[in-house]
């Protein structure tokens, strides 16, 4: 009897030692580790991501290199670029359209946005700047060879409208010229104006199309249409023009979109932009 209860108690014993320990709690670390490995997630080989970037005319050409590398550098995202004035992008995410950033070339436009909400007050952030100058067709028909010939009677200028951020920034242009060409000089300017268009790519199109005889656009344009003649604007007549970027509050693809405004805000982004003739924020 007493080695029957001996086996009894053996058993029991060896029992409990295959039985599972309890799970330990989860410390401060294992919840930090567990949060960092899922703030962005990752996209597999079936599963597509699509980010919506609104940006300025302006950036056409920047914008939709760094995209390109952007996707190679990300398999499964594509970018599908909006650009047109910001002014005219701005009115569009007001009244609802889907954005994941907001890259405008002035701050008025995205400071209308915080104001409403729709994107954070602490996330713009400035990633570069521009400056304007004077382009002219190819086979300058007016023979202009200086700032003071866009004042000639019978020029055909085109500008952008005033509501456009560059169609402002060339009004202010215009204003500081006075002092050194003319009280009148940029009265007179005005006065040839035979076109206000929506964004600056339009006034680049139609100087390449020969429809006027001079525009005034950004530096980053002109790179882009290098067979057009220029007229640089010295920097104390000219305007520094600083664009920024951020992501909008309401985006399904916030991480992503954070991800998008770094790699621009990266050494391989700057160098991109700047290819394109822009200059880094200052």
Not at 224 to 247: C, G
């Amino acid at each position: 009897m007493k080695r029957f209860s001996a086996l009894i108690s053996l058993l029991a014993f060896f029992l409990a030692g295959c039985n599972p320990a309890p799970p330990a709690p989860a410390t401060v670390s294992d919840t930090e580790t567990t949060a960092t490995a899922s703030a962005v997630p990752s996209t597999s080989a079936s599963e597509t991501r699509t980010l919506t970037v609104f940006a300025a005319a302006s950036l056409t050409n920047a914008f939709t290199e760094i995209g390109e590398r952007f996707q190679i550098d990300n398999p499964g995202v594509f970018i599908t670029f909006s650009f047109a004035g910001s002014q005219a992008l701005r009115t569009q995410i007001e009244e609802g359209a889907p954005a994941d950033v907001f890259a405008p070339a002035n701050n008025t436009e995205m400071n209308a946005l915080v104001d409403t909400n729709l994107i954070a007050r602490d996330m713009p952030q400035m990633f570069l700047t521009n400056k304007l100058v004077v382009v002219l067709p190819a086979d300058n028909p007016a023979s202009i060879t200086s700032l003071e010939g866009l004042a000639n009677a019978g020029i055909k200028i085109i500008l952008a409208a005033e509501e456009v951020p560059v169609g402002k920034y060339t009004r202010e242009v215009l204003k500081k010229m006075n002092s050194q060409f003319g009280s009148d000089f940029g009265q007179k300017v005005i006065a040839n104006v035979v076109s206000n268009e929506d964004n600056v790519r339009q006034v680049l199109t139609k100087i390449q199309l020969g429809e006027a005889d001079a525009g005034i656009v950004y530096t980053s344009d002109a790179v882009a249409a290098p067979e057009l003649q220029t007229l640089d604007i010295p920097l104390e007549l000219n305007i520094v023009a600083t664009y920024p970027i951020a992501p909008l509050a309401e985006s399904n693809q916030i991480e992503l979109a954070q991800a998008f405004i770094a790699y621009v805000l990266s050494k391989d982004g700057q160098a991109t932009l700047q290819k394109w003739g822009f200059a880094p924020p200052q």
